[in-house]
């Protein structure tokens, strides 16, 4: 058998220490668990990168989650800790940052604009010139002076080179100070130029800002993996190799099993544990040879830990508002994109119902019809909220997970920006199709507009709950389906009292209901005379007609059928509509459906707040397992003279 020699070292003065001992996760109860991770240890330190490298389905990603103590579907058992603490969320909120495989910076703000919204939140406690000086540094160190002026981009917009935005998202991690930094995956996607740069950067990184990487890798070059201090190596949840990066082709000379002239070490070691490539049973020889050694807990003497502490909350608030605002400036596609189909769609309709824009008894229900139209189509194109705004969160999720800002900064700066963005959206909805169009009653523009305006937040507020679910199609579905549920029992098809129950709750929670009433009521009710109709000097007269509970004279539609005849005045047509539509009504009070429309969209917004605190709260601590070895912390690497015996 082989066995890895780590040698000694006596106790010394370190910075800062990540240690996980003897980590284990499984998923599944009883005969049918399974274990994905088993029996793995390591250390980092400050100034030095810890690499955990190995094949698809090694465990990397696994063990990469319960490091970061990011919520699974199974159970994390082991022993991690931070500078001899244990390793709480708490502590890796004030001292750690996260990089994601995937870079998720807002497409259209530049480099210099990312890192000083993360310095005004990170370093707030510094002044502006003393902030500014701290974003030029970065910039400095980390090659992105020359682009720092460049938007991020993505697919659709030209930015930053997938190396820039690697070398970004890094400088926004140390912006914190950290005193540990997890990467997944730095070098995926890019050339080998750029993976040689990010690590180089890596390692000038963790040197002169004095932090603890570790970074999960699959297949690095021979230039990223010669940056690398100590190395892990998974295979099959297991490790096959920890210790000095620069030993491990001794310790594949030692295995029987050279590395080939013109392989790196680490290639070679990744296709001897490779199932793909080689046997069950040969890959296994090569994990029973790893003798992992622990030793008795270090004792350090710590450099203390720097104080971190989250910036105050009105001004994560304000730091927020001023993001989502320029971003509303430099990408208006989410808002003035939505204005334009709203006018574009609302303008067909009024065209289609052209003749209901004279005011006549034939054309009242058409005219209350196209109202509905003008409300429905526009809250469906919701759906554009949930589609944008589920990229968005991801981001959140990170950057709250960072200690960056509380969610509840970012739900009120949204909303700050939000709800003048609905009354805007309003205006181009109705504006030129209702008003100028199908020449709706313009002394209630003003109520009109406001009513419209609520019922399109609470739809914001149902789309920003939707994009919450982790698959982007089964939010917008949701969305879709709650829309459709709220067209269909909004009063118009049905009686709200020949709803069954549970489905009449749906006429209650959800805001057509009680916006549409509002909107007749205030287009309807100023009408003195409306055409068709003449009035009577009684009753009793042939063919007239009075509508009890309406102001006005009794009247009559001499050429009309007297089904089609619903009033000389607005009041009397709203009595008349009544009759065949529950939902519309003169005594409606609109301020009290203003706030009931009002209730609603705070009600999904809660939703929505406690739905993403609880998100970007999802974390797991390992349970420590009642086995000696967990206590005990894993023997760090030796520099020098490593080798298998």
Request: glycine share 8%; hydrophobic share 45%; proline share 6%.
């Amino acid at each position: 058998m082989v066995s890895t020699v780590t040698g000694s070292q006596t106790p010394k003065e370190c910075e800062h220490e990540f240690t996980f001992t003897d980590c284990m996760y499984t998923v599944g109860k009883g005969e049918k668990a399974k274990t994905l991770v088993s029996d793995i240890s390591g250390r980092v330190e400050s100034g030095l990168i810890l690499s955990i490298m190995g094949p698809s389905g090694a465990g990397k990603t696994v063990l990469m989650k319960m490091l970061t103590l990011e919520a699974g579907p199974g159970k994390a058992h082991g022993s991690l800790r931070l500078d001899g603490q244990p390793f709480t969320p708490a502590l890796y909120k004030q001292h750690c940052a996260f990089v994601a495989q995937h870079d998720s910076h807002a497409a259209f703000l530049t480099a210099r604009e990312h890192l000083a919204i993360s310095t005004s939140l990170y370093q707030h406690q510094l002044g502006p010139a003393e902030r500014a000086a701290a974003v030029d540094e970065l910039l400095e160190h980390m090659g992105l002076t020359s682009c720092q002026h460049t938007r991020a981009g993505n697919e659709l917009v030209r930015g930053l080179s997938g190396g820039q935005k690697r070398r970004l998202s890094l400088a926004v991690a140390l912006s914190k100070n950290p005193a540990l930094i997890f990467l997944d995956e730095p070098t995926s996607g890019l050339d080998a130029a750029a993976a040689a740069s990010i690590m180089t950067f890596l390692k000038e990184s963790a040197s002169v800002k004095r932090t603890a990487i570790l970074c999960t890798i699959h297949q690095p070059s021979y230039k990223v993996f010669s940056g690398f201090d100590d190395t892990l190596i998974l295979a099959s949840g297991r490790p096959a190799y920890y210790g000095p990066a620069a030993a491990l082709g001794e310790y594949c000379d030692s295995l029987g099993e050279p590395v080939p002239p013109g392989n790196s070490p680490a290639e070679h070691m990744l296709e001897l544990v490779n199932k793909d490539f080689r046997s069950p049973e040969a890959v296994g020889l090569v994990l029973d040879a790893f003798r992992p050694t622990a030793g008795p807990a270090a004792t350090h003497a710590f450099s203390p830990l720097p104080k971190t502490n989250q910036a105050p909350f009105p001004r994560q608030t304000w730091c927020l508002l001023r993001k989502l605002c320029k971003l509303t400036y430099k990408d208006p596609t989410l808002y003035l994109g939505r204005a334009v189909a709203f006018l574009l769609a609302n303008s067909f309709f009024a065209v289609v119902y052209i003749r209901a824009r004279v005011v006549k008894q034939e054309q009242i229900v058409s005219r209350m019809f196209l109202t509905m139209w003008l409300v429905g189509v526009p809250a469906a194109l919701g759906v554009v909220s949930t589609f944008a705004l589920n990229g968005e969160v991801q981001a959140v999720r990170r950057e709250v997970r960072d200690g960056m800002y509380h969610p509840v900064a970012y739900v009120l700066a949204h909303t700050s920006l939000q709800l003048p963005m609905m009354v805007f959206l309003a205006i181009s909805a109705i504006g030129v199709p209702a008003y100028a169009i199908a020449d709706f009653n313009a002394s209630n523009f003003v109520q009109f507009t406001l009513v419209y305006a609520l019922m399109l937040w609470a739809f914001e507020c149902i789309a920003q709950l939707c994009s919450l679910l982790r698959n982007l199609l089964l939010g917008m579905l949701g969305f879709l389906n709650t829309w459709f549920a709220s067209f269909l029992f909004c009063g118009i098809f049905l009686r709200k009292t020949d709803v069954i129950w549970p489905f009449r709750a749906f006429t209650y929670l959800l805001p057509l209901a009680w916006a549409f009433p509002s909107l007749n009521y205030f287009e309807f009710i100023d009408y003195e005379s409306i055409g068709g109709a003449e009035a009577c000097s009684n009753v009793t007269e042939a063919g007239c007609f009075d509508v009890l509970g309406a102001n006005g004279p009794p009247f009559r539609c001499p050429d009309l059928q007297p089904q089609q005849c619903l009033g000389l005045t607005g009041p009397q047509v709203l009595v008349s509509l009544g009759e065949t539509y529950e939902m519309i009504d003169l005594d409606v009070s609109t301020a009290r459906e203003a706030l009931i429309s009002l209730a609603i969209a705070v009600g999904w917004k809660l939703l929505y707040t406690a739905w993403l605190m609880r998100q970007c709260n999802e974390t797991a601590v390992p349970s420590t397992r009642g086995r000696g070895k967990s206590a005990a912390s894993p023997e760090p690497p030796a520099r020098r003279d490593a080798s298998a015996v």
